[in-house]
Nanobody, 121 residues
Framework: QVQLVESGGGLVQAGGSLRLSCVVS????????MGWYRQAPGKQRELVAT?????????ADSVKGRFAISRDNANAKNTVFLQMNSLKPEDTAVYYC?????????????WGQGTQVTVSS
């Protein structure tokens, strides 16, 4: 069983910053890719950023230069962060953490419960 708990969402004015965190716990053997996705009302869920175990990152064009993804897997913390700067109203969405990896007996591809980010103009 793998659990993902997100935090850090909230209401911020345009131009402001927020930092999202996602703590992954459970009987984890290995974590491969960690990422953040978002879903705005009436729209499909879309990729925001991912980070692989070797540190390679990938960003949606709409957030490049404004958002930064990082991860901390030291001491079994297994946390992924999303630093969001220069926020825009169009960044308003529910943000979901996604983690892919393996326990000692199976692969997993799990999602967090989501955290609301609202950017006011």
């Amino acid at each position: 069983q793998v659990q993902l708990v997100e935090s850090g969402g909230g209401l911020v004015q345009a131009g402001g910053s927020l930092r999202l965190s996602c703590v992954v716990s459970g009987s984890i053997f290995r974590i491969n890719t960690m990422g953040w996705y978002r879903q705005a009302p009436g729209k499909q869920r879309e990729l925001v950023a991912t980070i692989r175990s070797d540190g390679t990152t990938n960003y949606a064009d709409s957030v490049k230069g404004r958002f930064a993804i990082s991860r901390d897997n030291a001491n079994a913390k297994n946390t992924v962060f999303l630093q969001m700067n220069s926020l825009k109203p169009e960044d308003t969405a529910v943000y979901y953490c996604n983690v892919m990896g393996a326990t000692s007996w199976k692969l997993f591809d799990d999602w967090g419960q989501g955290t609301q980010v609202t950017v006011s103009s």
